[in-house]
C-alpha cells in the first residue's frame, strides 16, 4: 500500500498529495488504459499516469470518473464535494491566504499560491499566480503539483507544468440546454497564471487527478 502526507486546514484533514490507489479493497484492480481509442471507448473504471509513463506514477494516478466511485478508499475517507472544496476557499479567505492578504470573498478567491506546490509551474509574469516568484507558493502545505490530465478522446494535455486539475464529487448538467442531468463533473484547477482556484465542468471520461478528505 501507499503511505500519504496529510495536511490539516481549518476544521478539514486533506491528502497533501495526489491519490495513487488503482486497487479495489477486495483486491481487484482497475483497468489501466493506455491507447488513445480504447480511453474514449471503454466504459470500465479506468486509470492511467500522465503519459503513459510509469516514471510519473509518484505525481498520482490519472482517474475516469467512474474509478473514483469505485471501493479504492480507505476507511474513513473520501472523494470531496463542491461543499469541502467551498469550505477550504471560505477558511483561506477568511485566514489571509490570499496573496493580497485580503479576506473579501465577493470578488472571488486569490489563494492559488497558497495550495500550490514550490517546484514544478511553468513560469508566469502574473503577480499572485503559482508561476510568478514560485518559491512563496504552498503556505498552506496542500502541495497542489502541475502534472496535466487526460482529454476525454485519450489525448494528454501537452503543458502539464501549467495545470493541476482534481476530481469533486458534485455531478452537474455542464450548463447544457436542455440540462443533461448529472452528465458533468465539477473538476478544481490551479493554473499557472490565474490567482484563484477555479472549477470547471468536466464529462465523466475526462481524466483528472484526485485528493482525499477525511470524513
Do not use: H, M
Request: glycine share 8%; proline share 3%.
Amino acid at each position: 500500500g501507499n503511505i500519504y502526507k496529510t495536511i490539516r486546514i481549518g476544521n478539514q484533514v486533506w491528502l497533501a498529495e495526489n491519490y495513487k490507489c488503482v486497487t479495489r479493497n477486495n483486491g481487484e484492480k482497475l483497468n489501466y488504459i493506455e491507447n488513445n481509442e480504447e480511453w474514449l471507448r471503454n466504459n470500465d473504471s479506468n486509470y492511467c499516469f500522465f503519459n503513459n509513463d510509469e516514471s510519473q506514477k509518484n505525481l498520482g494516478t490519472i482517474y475516469n470518473w467512474k474509478s473514483i466511485n469505485e471501493d479504492i478508499f480507505p476507511e474513513g475517507w473520501k472523494v470531496p464535494s463542491k461543499e469541502d472544496w467551498d469550505e477550504l476557499s471560505n477558511f483561506l479567505i477568511e485566514n489571509k491566504f490570499n496573496y493580497d492578504g485580503s479576506t473579501e470573498k465577493f470578488w472571488g478567491n486569490k489563494f492559488a499560491k497558497s495550495l500550490s506546490s514550490v517546484e514544478g509551474w511553468r513560469e508566469s509574469r502574473k503577480v499572485g499566480t503559482p508561476g510568478y516568484e514560485s518559491e512563496k507558493n504552498n503556505t498552506s502545505k496542500f502541495s497542489g503539483i502541475p502534472c496535466g490530465f487526460r482529454f476525454p478522446d485519450g489525448r494528454f494535455s501537452n503543458t502539464p507544468e501549467s495545470a493541476a486539475f482534481w476530481w469533486s464529487s458534485t455531478q452537474c448538467d455542464g450548463g447544457k440546454t436542455p440540462a443533461i442531468e448529472d452528465d458533468f463533473v465539477i473538476n478544481y484547477v490551479l493554473y499557472f497564471e490565474y490567482s484563484s482556484l477555479d472549477s470547471s465542468q468536466q464529462v465523466k471520461k475526462f481524466g483528472s487527478y484526485l485528493r482525499l478528505i477525511k470524513e
